[in-house]
């Protein structure tokens, strides 16, 4: 038996998930555990800002980049004590990184990710793996999403088909063939998860996030400006696809509300946002209408009651729950996936899927970063 840690910092830019697992000799996934580690407020706000305004200092830019770094070897580390393990336990770490900036699209397509993973390594005595998406997208693929993958390793079943929903800063949907159907996994992008409706609470009511939608609840869904944030090429576009904060963020948003023209209420726009990220994934998910009778959500969106009540009330044929029914909980299945990429990397296997991401063939993801 071997441990693997995983750690993930998504786009919503709520803390650092460190998760523990396990890998046995075939290769058979377990969870251990699992903790968040805030970001400190002075980095948090240079994190925000190199992602927002998308203007680089590089002084500023690889400061944060080892800052990061050093916090990621950090939160690492105290898992490590809660544990009661120690660096010669653990056969290696994963590190998404956190992303400032993802076109996979153009003459040079690249996807940019920092948290120094020298530092890292440097830091905790364990070997790191990190630079996960720039190889697929060098393959011709799309550097995302790649988590469609571990999706399939765990979640996949022998007698039915599954969807499995991630709704993080962005969301993306895998749909899971069972292991009798002969069809491919299909994953992309929906669209915007938590962005936008984190982005609204921070600046209206000065908070993280909107604790489980209930400011949305007591607000009503405005239709004119719901049909302008949907009349975006993005959601027409076909997979395979992928987008971040880029594309969908502050800017984006002043956009619509500026050419919508409409007095509205903060609570009707937070709603119309609620009902944004619902219909793009349920759009999706009614494409391919046979795919499962059940949604499974993990993500920081599992937690947005009000959200997943709208997934079902458009989702009426099909019942909406989180991956905690089928054996992950769904504030770790993001970690969990770059302590299983980690794993494929050292073991010199395949991370990608050439279906999901369109790259040319499979290809062994990340560079490795000894102790």
Known sequence: ?????????????????????????????????????????????????????QQYDLQQLGEVNVALGQLIAQSVNQLLTTAQLTAKDIAAIGSHGQTLFHSPEGSYPFSLQIG???????????????????????????????????????????????????????????????STNNDSVIGFDTGPGNVLLDYWTQLQLKQPYDQAGKWAASGQC?????????????????????????????????????SCQQDLSPADIQATLVELTAQTIADDIKIYPHSSSTVFICGGGAHNDYLLSRLQALLTDKK????????????WVEACAFAWLAYRTLNKQSGNLPAVTGAKHPVVLGAIYPS
């Open 116 to 178: 120094d993973a020298n530092t890292i390594a440097e830091h905790t005595g364990i070997t790191t793996v990190a630079d996960f998406r720039q190889r697929d997208i060098a393959a011709g693929g799309q550097g995302a999403p790649l988590v469609p993958a571990f999706h399939q390793a765990l979640f996949n079943s022998a007698t039915e088909d599954r969807v499995i929903v991630n709704i993080g800063g962005i969301s993306n949907l895998t749909l899971l063939p069972s």
């Open 1 to 53: 038996m071997s441990y693997y840690i995983g750690v993930m910092s998504g786009t919503s830019l709520d803390g650092i998930d460190v998760a523990l697992t396990t890998f046995d000799q075939s290769g058979t996934f377990q969870f251990v555990t699992a903790q968040t580690f805030p970001f400190p407020e002075q980095l948090l706000v240079k994190l925000q800002q190199l992602i927002s305004t």
């Open 320 to 331: 909406v729950t989180t991956t905690e029914e089928i054996g992950l909980h769904p504030d």
């Open 222 to 258: 405005n239709k004119q400006l719901l049909t302008q944030l949907l009349n975006d090429p993005y959601f027409k576009q076909a997979a395979p696809k992928s987008t971040g904060r880029e594309l969908f963020n502050q800017t984006w948003l002043e956009t619509k509300l500026t």
